[in-house]
C-alpha cells in the first residue's frame, strides 16, 4: 500500500498516439470552423474560373466547382456549418436522449413506459416529412435546423442509455444512495451517468456522422444552410457531376468529412485515461 | 517424480501506467500424486495467480516471467498454448471459486458438464453423460438422472459449486486445482460439497491444489499447507505441523484469527437501562406484486420481530435464503414490507425511504456485503465517504475533506488512497471505505449485511475489532447480518437465527454455541468447522 | 429556321471550321468546339451541313426504345387537361393527337384538324381529317372535339389551362367532322394555342384516363404513376406509316447524374434534359451524343412593383444591371443559353425584336441605382429554388455582384415541395420559372396583362393591356409585330421582371437513337419524339 | 414460456395499435400544417385561385379537416385504406406492388448484410486491440461517413458505366431469373449493406468483448477450449441480447430510409411513395406509409425482445 507511486503519477493522464492524433485533426477543423472565413482566398460565391470541375492549381489549391468557384475556399467556409452544426446537434439529441433514459430507468413504471411508446411514435415519422413541416412552422433557420437534427437523433440515444442505464439502476451503491434518501437528480447524475458514459459516447460518435450526412438532405428541404455557403456533405452532393472526372471538387469534400468524422470516432475510441496504479 | 513441480515461478503483472510489478516472486513447490496440497493466504498473496499457473493460464495483464511449472515432467510455461490447451481439462482441471459466475448461463447445465468430454473428443457423448449422472451421484446431488437438464439459475449454489467438480472431474484429470471453492457457500453447505469433495479425492486417489483463506477448511481437506504472503512462500509442511506447531509469524496470526474472541459487554452499556433503539414488529415482506391474500409473490419473511437495544448488537444468522438480508432491507427502507413496522427510538418509520426524514435516514445506515457493487466503481475513494458528510451535514471544501481523512483514519485506511476508485483496492480496503461511508453519517444503528464474508480470515478478524472500536468510541449499536458464526459470536450480545423466512430462536451471546435448543440452530452451530483435521469427518453425516 | 438557333454566328466562323476540318479535325472536336461558343448539336449540325454535306438518314421500322424524363410522382396522369411534368406531355404526345402541332420551325402544322378557318378571328371553324380512329376502334368526331376543349372550361377537370381556355366562349359541332369556336375576342393566334399539349383530343364523355385511349400514334399497354409506363405501336394510325418504333418504354429518373449514368451504361437510349456540367462527359464517351433546342424556356427573377423594395425607383432597373448576363451564360449555363433582355418572346420566335439589346452588367450604374433608392447596404431576401431551375445558381451570381457594390442579397433557398403554390408570385423579390408558350399573345395575357393570373411582378399598365387587345384581333404580320415590338420594350424596361437568359434543353441520345429534331416547344420535339424517332437495326 | 411470449406478443400488439393511432394523428396534424393542399399542388403554376376552389370543390377537401381525419381513420377500421387523392386510384393497388419492392430489397440486404455484420463484428472482438480489430473499427466508420449517393453514384460509374457488368437501373418489376435478380440487387443491395452494417458491426464487437470478460468465458478456457469455440458457444450466446437490438435498429431503416437508394437506382418502392405522397399533399397514401413504416419498426424491436427473451434462460419463465 505505502509502496505507493506518488501522487503525480496518479493524477497523471495516459494518451495514445492515434487519440493525439485524432484529436489534433479534431482541434485543427475546430479552429478552421472559427478563423476559416478569414483564411478563405475568394468569396465563396464567386466564379473565378471559367472551367469548371477545373484540376488542382496553384491558384485554386483544391480545383473548382460546378460553377467555377474555389472548392477551397468553400470548404473552409463550409467547416464553420459541418462542424459546427453537428456537434451541437449531436450533442442536444445525446444530452436529452440520455437524460431521458436514465430518468425513465430510474423513475420506471408508466413514465417509463409512456416515454418509450412515444418515442418510438417519432422515431417512425419520416424525416422529410418532418424537416417540411418544421420549415413550413417556424421557417428555417440555423438554430431550427440544429433542433431538427436533435430531434430525429434523440429516440436512437434514448433507447441506448435507457437499455444501459436499466442495468446499472440495480446496483447496490444505486441502493445505497436511496437508502441515504438522494433525489432522482443525483442518482442520475452521479451514480447512474458516471458507469454508462463509456458507451454512451461512442454511440455519439457514431450519430454524429449520420447527422454530418443528414445535415445536406436537410438542407435540400431549404432546412439551415443557405446559399452561397454550402456544408461539406451539400458540397459532395452538388459536385457529384464531377465523379466520373474524379474531379477534385467531389474529392475534398469527402476528404473532409471523412478526416473529420473518423477522428471524432478514433478520439472517442481513444480518449485520456486517468492513471492509476495497482499494486495491491 | 512429484505431479506437480514449481520452481522459483516469477509473475509480472503491468499496471495501468506501465510498471511492471513482480506479485509472484519467486514460489516454489510440489504436489505429490495423490496428494492435496492447500495454498493458504489472504487476498493479493497470490494463490489464485499460482493456481491458474498450473493450468498455463495467466490473467490479462500478468505475465510468467521466469521460473517452470512442470505437470507430470512437462514444462507449461515452455509449451505452446495449442499443447496446453491439450492439457486444460483432461490432465488437470480446475473448480471456480464462485460457479454461480463460472456456468454459463445460457446452457444446460450437462452440455457444459460434458463439454470437456466434446473438447478432447474422450468418448462418445452418450457415455459421457452417463459418466456424468455418475459423479453427480458420487458428488450426492439430488435428482443426479435430471438436474443436469436444468439451467445455472435453477439451482441452489452448494449445488452449482459440486456440479463444476463434475465438470472438472468428468476428464479424469490427475490434478484438480480448488479456487476457494466453499468460500460463497453457507457453513451447512460447506460442510456437504467438502465432504463430497473428499470422498471423490480419495476414490479417484488424484493430486489436488486446495486454495483458500480459511484454514478450518483447509486443515479438513489438505494433507500439506502452503502458506502465502505477498507472492512468497512462507511457511510449508504437513498439515498437522502447520497447525499445531507453526513457525512462522505471519502463520500464528492466521491460527489466531480462530480464536474466537469473546464479546465483551460495551462500555456503559450496562449502567444504562436498556432502551430500544430500533424495534422491528411482524413484518411481512417479499418480491413480485401482491397477491389477493396481501402476500407479496414470493414471500421472504414471515411475521418477523425483534429489537436493538442502545449500545448492544443484533446478530442474525441463517443460511441464504433464510430471508435475513430482506430483514436489512426492509429496515433500510428499501423494500416497503406488505404488513409489520419498523420503529427508531420508539417512533414509527414510513416503510419506504423516500417517505422518511434526513435525520432517520441519517441515524440509520446499511453496509453491504459486496463492497465490490456497493461501492460506484466510477466515484474515488473521497467522493463516496464525502458525500454523506455533504447530503446530511452540508460539509463542503476544507471541512469535508478534512473529516474525511479522519474517516479513512477511523477506519485504519492511509490517507493516500482518498485519490483511488474502489476497483484498485483490495477486498479488506473497499469493506473498510464501505463502513467509512456509513459512520460518515454518524448514525446511531448501523446494519451489517455479511461484511465479513467477502473477507480473509485475518482481515476479518481486523474489522470485527475496528468495529468493536468505533462502538465503544461513538456509541453505536449495530445489527450484524452473517452466516459466518465465529464473526457474531465475536461482537454480538444477542443472536438471532433465522430459516426460512421465520425466526426459530433466539439466544444471548453466553448461550454460544452450544445453548442452541432447536434443530436448525444445532445444525448451523455444529457446521461451523473447526481447526481441527478430524473434524470433517467427526460430524454426523445426518447433519449434512 | 434553325439558323436562329445560332447566337452571334458570323462567317469568319464558318471558316474557322471549315480550317478545323482541313486540319483533320473530327466531327467530336468541331462540335465541341461550337458548344464552346454556345452552339448546340442541332445547329451546330446545320453549320457543319454548310461546311461539309450530312447524309440522308431513312427511317428504320422496329426496335424497342426506353426514354427517361426527370420528373415523376404519383401524380403522374394521362389526362391531357391535367398534364404537368414533362413526363406526362411526352406521354400524351405518344397516346393523343392535337388538332395542330408546330413544326421545328415553329410553324403551325395541321395534325387532326383538315384546316382551321376563321375571317374575323373570332369565330373559328375547325375541319377533322376523316378516317381517324381511337385506339378502341371508336372514329372521331366533333363530338369528340368539342368535348375535349369544353373540359377545360369546367373547375372540376382542374385543367392547366383553364385560363386560358376561357376565351373560348361558345364550343359546338356543327357537323359530324365540324366544330365551331367561338372567341369572348378576336384573337388571330387560336391555331396555336391548340398546339399546346394540353389541348389534346380524348373521346367524347371519357371520366377515367387509366386507358390512355386516345388516336396517338402508340396505344398503351402499361402504365404505372411514377414507375414506367409501356405502349406499343397503334398500327391504324391516321399519319401515313405511324410510328417507327415498335414499342416505347417511358419513365423519369429525377437524379440527373444517375439519368446520364444510366445512358452511358445503355439501360436507355434517351436521357432528357441533362445538366450542361455533364456534357462534358456525354462527349467523353463514344456511341452518346447530344440534341440541343432552344425553346422559349426562361428563369425569371421577380421583384414585385406593389411592394418594398420593388416599388423604390430605380432598383428594379439597378438589378437588371447587375445581372451579368454574359457569367451566367458561360458558368451556369455552359453556353447552353441565349441571353434575353427581360422580355418573354425567345429569339426564335417571328416576334422576337431583335433591335431591343440585352442590358450590359454595369455594376457601377446599378451601384448609384440603388443608392438613389437608398437601398444601398440594405439587406434584400432573393427567394430561390431548386424548382426553378438555375435559379439558386443565378441567386448567387448576383449575390456575389452585389457583395461586390456593398449591396446585400441575402439567399433564401426555398424547398422545391410548395414552392409554386407558396412562394411564387407571393414573395417580394423570387425566382420564377417560364415554360415556353407558342404565341406572344398567350405570354403577355398570362404574365403581364394587368388581370394576368400570372403576373409575376404586379405589372398594370392600360396601355399595355389595350395593345395586347389591339394585337390579338390584328391579322397582318408586320403590324402584329410592330406592336408586339413595342410591348417588348415596354415590359422590358417597365415590369419588375429580370429575364437573364432563355435556357437551352439538351437531351442526351445513343446515337442509335435518330429523327430527333429540336422544337421550340422545348426539349424530345416539344415532348412529342415518339411517333418520329427510330432505333438503327 | 411460450404462455409468457405470446402474452408478450398480445400485449405490444395493444401498445403497437395504440402506438399506431398517435402516429396517424400526428402525421395527419403535420401534413394539415404543410401549407397549400392536393388541389393547390396538382395545378402548381396554373394554381389561379378559382382553378384552386373549383378542385377544392370537386375533391371534398373543404370538409373540415378533423371530419376527414375521422372519415380515413374509420375506413381503416374496416379495411379500407382510401384512394389517393393525386390520381384517384385505389391506395392498396398504388401501395401493394411497391411494398413487395421494399420487402424484397430489405429482405436481400439483410440476408447479406447481417451474416457480414456478424462476422466482422465477433472476428473484430475476437483479436481485440489487435491491427485487424483497429483496420475494421476505422474502416466501418470511413465507409458510412462517405454520403449514401456518393456511394450509390460511384458503384453505378464503375459497375455499369465502365465494366458494363451490372444494369444501371433495377426495375423489380422485369426480374427474369435469379441470376438477374442478383445483377439487378448487386448495387441496391451493396450501398445499403455499407449503410447499415457500422452500427451492428459497432454493436455486435461490444457486446461480444463485454461477454468475453466474464467468468464463465475463462472457464471455458480452462476447460481446454479453442478460441473459436469459447467465442462462439461461450461468449455469443450471452451478447445476442443487445445485438438483436442494434440489428433491429439497423434495419427498421430499410423501410422508410431507403430513398436515396430508389431514386438512383430508379427502384420502384415505399419510401419513394411516400415522398411522392408528401409532395402533392396525398393526405391517404402518407397515412398509410406512415403507418407501414411505424408497424415495421415496431415489429422489429419486438422481434429483437423476443429473441432476447429466449436467448436468455433467465429471462424465460
Known amino acids: 500500500m505505502l509502496s505507493h507511486p506518488p501522487l503525480r503519477r496518479r493524477s497523471g493522464f495516459q494518451v495514445n498516439a492515434v487519440g493525439l492524433a485524432a484529436g489534433a485533426i479534431v482541434l485543427f477543423w475546430a479552429i478552421v470552423a472559427l478563423v476559416g472565413p478569414d483564411l478563405a482566398p475568394h468569396p465563396p460565391g464567386e466564379i473565378v474560373d471559367f472551367d469548371f470541375y477545373g484540376p488542382v492549381s496553384a491558384r485554386l489549391w483544391m480545383g473548382s466547382d460546378y460553377l467555377g468557384r474555389d472548392i477551397f475556399s468553400r470548404i473552409l467556409m463550409g467547416a464553420r456549418y459541418t462542424v459546427g452544426i453537428s456537434l451541437a446537434a449531436v450533442c442536444i439529441a445525446c444530452f436529452s436522449g440520455i437524460v431521458l433514459g436514465m430518468t425513465a430507468a430510474v423513475i420506471g413504471g408508466w413514465f417509463d413506459t409512456l416515454l418509450s411508446r412515444f418515442l418510438d411514435a417519432l422515431s417512425s415519422i419520416p424525416s422529410k416529412l418532418f424537416g417540411l413541416v418544421v420549415v413550413a412552422a417556424v421557417g428555417s433557420s440555423i438554430p431550427v435546423l440544429v433542433l431538427v437534427l436533435a430531434v430525429i437523433y434523440t429516440p436512437g440515444s434514448y433507447r441506448f442509455a435507457r437499455a444501459l442505464a436499466v442495468n446499472s439502476n440495480t446496483m447496490d451503491y444505486v441502493a445505497v444512495a436511496r437508502a441515504r434518501g438522494e433525489g432522482t437528480g443525483y442518482l442520475i447524475t452521479q451514480e447512474i451517468l458516471p458507469n454508462i458514459a463509456g458507451p454512451v459516447l461512442a454511440d455519439l460518435g457514431l450519430r454524429f456522422v449520420f447527422i454530418v450526412l443528414l445535415l445536406s438532405g436537410l438542407s435540400f428541404l431549404g432546412l439551415g444552410v443557405q446559399p452561397p455557403y454550402a456544408d461539406w456533405g451539400s458540397l459532395v452532393r452538388e459536385n457529384l457531376g464531377g465523379l466520373p472526372f474524379a474531379a477534385p471538387a467531389v474529392i475534398f469534400p469527402c476528404l473532409a468529412i471523412a478526416s473529420l468524422t473518423i477522428s471524432v470516432n478514433l478520439l472517442i475510441d481513444n480518449l485520456p485515461v486517468r492513471i492509476r496504479d495497482r499494486s495491491d | 517424480m512429484p505431479l506437480v513441480d514449481v520452481r522459483d515461478l516469477k509473475v509480472e503483472a503491468r499496471t495501468d501506467a506501465g510498471r511492471r510489478i513482480e506479485i509472484i516472486r519467486g514460489v516454489s513447490f510440489t504436489v505429490a500424486e495423490g496428494e492435496i496440497t492447500a495454498l493458504i493466504g489472504e487476498s493479493g498473496s497470490g494463490k489464485t495467480t499460482i493456481a491458474l499457473t498450473l493450468m498455463g493460464h495467466a490473467r490479462s495483464g500478468c505475465t510468467i516471467t521466469g521460473g517452470t511449472v512442470e505437470l507430470a515432467g512437462r514444462d507449461l510455461v515452455a509449451m505452446p498454448e495449442s499443447g496446453r490447451q491439450q492439457l486444460r481439462g483432461t490432465e488437470v482441471a480446475y473448480i471456480p471459486q464462485s460457479a454461480a459466475a463460472a456456468f454459463n448461463p445460457a446452457q444446460r447445465l450437462i452440455d457444459q458438464v460434458v463439454e470437456v468430454a466434446r473438447i478432447h473428443r474422450l468418448m462418445p457423448m452418450a457415455a459421457a453423460r452417463a459418466k456424468a449422472v455418475e459423479l453427480f451421484r458420487a458428488l450426492a446431488l439430488p435428482e443426479p438422472e435430471t438436474i443436469g437438464n436444468r439451467y445455472p439459475h435453477q439451482v441452489s449454489g452448494g449445488q452449482l459449486q459440486r456440479l463444476a467438480a463434475a465438470m472438472a472431474l468428468i476428464g479424469g484429470p490427475r490434478l484438480v486445482i480448488f479456487d476457494e471453492p466453499t468460500t460463497a457457500l453457507d457453513v451447512t453447505t460447506q460442510i456437504e460439497v467438502l465432504r463430497a469433495f473428499k470422498t471423490v479425492m480419495k476414490q479417484g486417489s488424484m493430486g489436488g491444489v486446495y486454495v483458500s483463506h480459511d484454514l478450518a477448511v483447509v486443515a479438513q481437506i489438505a494433507d500439506r499447507i502452503v502458506v502465502l504472503k505477498g507472492g512468497e512462500v512462507q511457511e510449508e509442511g504437513p498439515t498437522e505441523a502447520i497447525l499445531h506447531c507453526a513457525r512462522h509469524p505471519y502463520t500464528r496470526e492466521l491460527l489466531a484469527a480462530f480464536e474466537p474472541l469473546r464479546s465483551d459487554a460495551p462500555a456503559g452499556a450496562a449502567n444504562r437501562p436498556p432502551r430500544p433503539v430500533v424495534e422491528v414488529k411482524d413484518l411481512v415482506a417479499g418480491y413480485g406484486p401482491l397477491g389477493k391474500d396481501g402476500l407479496p409473490f414470493s414471500v421472504a419473511l414471515r411475521k418477523v420481530s425483534c429489537r436493538l437495544e442502545r449500545g448492544r448488537n443484533l446478530g442474525v444468522v441463517g443460511e441464504s435464503g433464510s430471508g435475513k438480508s430482506t430483514l436489512a432491507r426492509v429496515i433500510a427502507g428499501l423494500l416497503p414490507p406488505a404488513s409489520g413496522r419498523v420503529q427508531l427510538d420508539g417512533r414509527e418509520l414510513a416503510a419506504s425511504a423516500r417517505g422518511r426524514s434526513k435525520d432517520e435516514l441519517r441515524r440509520m445506515q446499511i453496509v453491504f456485503q459486496l463492497a465490490d457493487t456497493a461501492l460506484n466503481p466510477a466515484r474515488s475513494v473521497a467522493d463516496i465517504v464525502g458525500r454523506p458528510l455533504t447530503f446530511y451535514h452540508g460539509r463542503k471544501g476544507r471541512a469535508r475533506e478534512a473529516r474525511v481523512d479522519e474517516l479513512l483514519d477511523m477506519v485504519r485506511l492511509p490517507r493516500a488512497l482518498r485519490h483511488r476508485l474502489p476497483g484498485e483496492l483490495s477486498g479488506g480496503q473497499k469493506q473498510r471505505v464501505n463502513l467509512a461511508r456509513a459512520l460518515a453519517a454518524e448514525p446511531a444503528v448501523v446494519l451489517c449485511d455479511e461484511i465479513t464474508s467477502a473477507l480473509d480470515s485475518v482481515v476479518a478478524a481486523a474489522v470485527i475489532e475496528l468495529l468493536k472500536e468505533l462502538q465503544r468510541e461513538l456509541d453505536l449499536s449495530y445489527i450484524f447480518i452473517s452466516h459466518d458464526l465465529s464473526t457474531v459470536q465475536a461482537i454480538c450480545d444477542e443472536v438471532m437465527v433465522m430459516y426460512k423466512g421465520e425466526v426459530v430462536e433466539n439466544l444471548t451471546a453466553d448461550q454460544l454455541p452450544d445453548g442452541a435448543r432447536h434443530a436448525y440452530s444445532k445444525l448451523l452451530f455444529a457446521s461451523v468447522p473447526k481447526l481441527d483435521t478430524g473434524w470433517l469427518d467427526s460430524v454426523p453425516a445426518t447433519v449434512a | ?537 | 414460456m411460450t404462455g409468457q411470449i405470446t402474452l408478450l406478443v398480445l400485449g405490444r400488439l395493444g401498445v403497437a395499435l395504440i402506438t399506431l393511432v398517435i402516429v396517424s394523428f400526428v402525421v395527419f396534424g403535420a401534413t394539415e400544417m404543410l401549407p397549400g393542399d392536393v388541389a393547390q399542388i396538382l395545378l402548381g403554376q396554373a394554381a389561379t385561385p378559382e382553378a384552386v376552389a373549383g378542385l377544392r370543390e370537386a375533391m371534398h377537401l373543404n370538409e373540415p379537416a378533423l371530419l376527414r381525419y375521422a372519415h380515413w381513420l374509420f375506413g381503416l377500421a374496416q379495411g379500407h385504406l382510401g384512394t389517393s387523392y393525386a390520381n384517384h386510384m385505389p391506395i392498396a393497388g398504388l401501395i401493394g406492388g411497391r411494398l413487395m419492392n421494399t420487402l424484397q430489397l430489405a429482405a436481400v440486404t439483410t440476408v447479406i448484410a447481417v451474416p457480414t455484420a456478424l462476422f466482422l463484428g465477433i472476428t473484430a472482438a475476437m483479436y481485440q486491440g489487435t491491427l485487424y480489430d483497429r483496420v475494421v473499427t476505422t474502416t466501418i466508420v470511413a465507409v458510412i461517413s462517405v454520403p449514401e449517393f456518393m456511394i450509390a453514384t460511384m458503384a453505378v460509374l464503375v459497375f455499369a458505366v465502365w465494366l458494363k457488368w451490372l444494369p444501371a437501373l433495377s426495375f423489380a418489376n422485369d426480374v427474369a431469373s435469379f441470376g438477374e435478380l442478383l445483377r439487378i440487387f448487386a448495387m441496391p443491395v451493396i450501398t445499403l449493406c455499407c449503410v447499415i452494417s457500422a452500427q451492428m458491426i459497432r454493436m455486435t464487437r461490444a457486446a461480444v468483448i463485454d461477454a468475453l470478460k466474464m467468468p464463465y468465458v475463462e472457464m471455458a478456457l480452462l476447460k481446454g477450449a479453442s478460441r473459436s469455440r469459447i467465442v462462439l458457444h461461450h461468449a455469443l450466446p450471452n451478447a445476442i441480447g443487445p445485438i438483436v437490438n442494434a440489428m433491429a435498429l439497423s434495419l427498421s431503416y430499410l423501410l422508410g430510409g431507403v430513398i436515396i437508394v430508389e431514386t438512383i437506382f430508379n427502384y420502384p418502392g415505399i419510401a419513394k411513395l411516400m415522398v411522392d405522397a408528401v409532395a402533392t399533399r396525398d393526405l391517404p397514401l402518407i397515412q398509410t406509409c406512415a403507418m407501414i413504416f411505424c408497424f415495421g419498426y415496431l415489429t422489429l424491436i419486438t422481434a429483437a425482445d423476443i429473441i432476447a427473451i429466449l436467448s436468455n434462460p433467465r429471462l424465460r419463465r
Open chain 3, 1 to 537: 429556321m434553325t439558323n436562329r438557333d445560332i447566337t452571334n454566328w458570323t462567317l469568319a466562323d464558318d471558316a474557322m471550321v471549315a480550317n478545323a476540318l482541313r486540319r483533320g479535325a473530327t466531327r467530336r472536336d468541331i462540335f465541341r468546339l461550337l458548344l464552346a461558343g454556345g452552339v448546340g448539336l442541332a445547329a451546330g449540325g446545320t453549320i457543319l451541313a454548310r461546311a461539309t454535306s450530312a447524309l440522308a438518314e431513312t427511317p428504320v421500322r422496329g426496335g424497342h426504345m426506353r426514354a427517361a424524363g426527370w420528373s415523376s410522382s404519383t401524380s403522374d396522369t394521362l389526362d391531357p387537361a391535367k398534364a404537368s411534368l414533362s413526363t406526362d406531355y411526352v406521354r400524351c404526345c405518344a397516346l393523343y393527337n392535337r388538332l395542330t402541332f408546330l413544326d421545328e420551325a415553329g410553324k403551325v402544322q395541321m395534325e387532326l384538324a383538315e384546316a382551321i378557318e376563321s375571317d374575323d378571328a373570332k369565330v373559328w371553324t375547325v375541319k377533322l381529317k376523316s378516317g381517324v380512329t381511337f385506339h378502341d376502334g371508336k372514329t372521331l368526331s366533333a363530338d369528340d372535339v368539342a368535348f375535349s376543349l369544353r373540359r377545360h372550361l369546367d373547375k372540376a377537370v382542374g385543367s392547366k389551362v383553364n385560363s386560358i381556355a376561357k376565351q373560348m366562349v361558345g364550343i359546338k359541332a356543327t357537323g359530324p367532322l365540324t366544330v365551331q369556336v367561338t372567341l369572348q375576342a378576336a384573337n388571330a393566334d387560336l391555331p396555336t394555342i391548340l398546339a399546346m399539349h394540353h389541348f389534346m383530343i380524348v373521346a367524347d364523355g371519357t371520366t377515367d384516363f387509366s386507358a390512355g385511349n386516345g388516336t396517338g400514334a402508340f396505344k398503351l399497354e402499361s402504365f404505372e404513376p411514377g414507375v414506367k409506363s409501356n405502349m406499343l405501336r397503334y398500327e391504324n394510325y391516321f399519319k401515313p406509316g405511324g410510328a417507327h418504333l415498335d414499342s416505347f418504354e417511358y419513365f423519369a429518373i429525377p437524379d440527373e447524374t444517375a439519368r446520364v449514368n444510366a445512358l452511358l451504361s445503355g439501360d436507355i437510349h434517351l436521357a432528357a434534359s441533362i445538366k450542361p456540367q455533364s456534357m462534358r462527359l456525354v462527349e467523353s464517351q463514344s456511341g452518346v451524343d447530344l440534341v440541343k433546342s432552344t425553346s422559349g424556356n426562361y428563369t425569371d427573377l421577380n421583384m414585385r412593383l406593389d411592394m418594398s423594395p420593388g416599388d423604390k425607383a430605380g432598383f428594379i432597373e439597378g438589378v437588371k444591371c447587375l445581372l451579368n448576363r454574359e457569367l451566367i451564360k458561360k458558368s451556369i449555363m455552359r453556353g447552353l443559353a441565349e441571353v434575353a433582355n427581360d422580355q418573354p418572346i425567345p429569339p426564335m420566335n417571328a416576334y422576337h425584336n431583335a433591335e431591343l439589346a440585352p442590358r450590359a452588367y454595369d455594376p457601377e450604374k446599378a451601384r448609384s441605382l440603388f443608392k438613389k433608392a437608398g437601398l444601398l447596404g440594405q439587406a434584400i431576401p432573393v427567394v430561390a429554388s431548386e424548382a426553378a431551375s438555375a435559379s439558386v445558381e443565378m441567386a448567387t451570381v448576383l449575390q456575389q455582384a452585389g457583395s461586390e457594390i456593398g449591396m446585400k442579397f441575402e439567399i433564401q433557398r426555398e424547398p422545391s415541395d410548395g414552392y409554386w403554390s407558396n412562394y411564387w408570385l407571393k414573395a417580394p423579390v423570387h425566382f420564377g420559372n417560364i415554360n415556353p408558350r407558342p404565341t406572344p399573345d398567350i405570354l403577355f395575357s398570362l404574365l403581364y396583362d394587368s388581370t394576368a393570373p400570372w403576373n409575376e411582378s404586379h405589372y398594370k399598365s392600360s396601355k399595355f393591356d389595350s395593345m395586347l387587345a389591339e394585337a390579338r384581333g390584328e391579322l397582318d404580320f408586320a403590324k402584329r409585330k410592330a406592336i408586339y415590338d413595342e410591348m417588348q420594350v415596354m415590359v422590358s424596361n417597365e415590369a419588375g421582371t429580370a429575364i437573364p437568359v432563355f435556357l437551352s434543353n439538351v437531351d442526351a441520345k445513343t446515337t442509335r437513337l435518330h429523327g430527333l429534331k429540336p422544337n421550340p416547344l422545348g426539349g424530345q420535339m416539344g415532348y412529342a419524339m415518339a411517333e418520329y424517332v427510330w432505333l438503327d437495326a
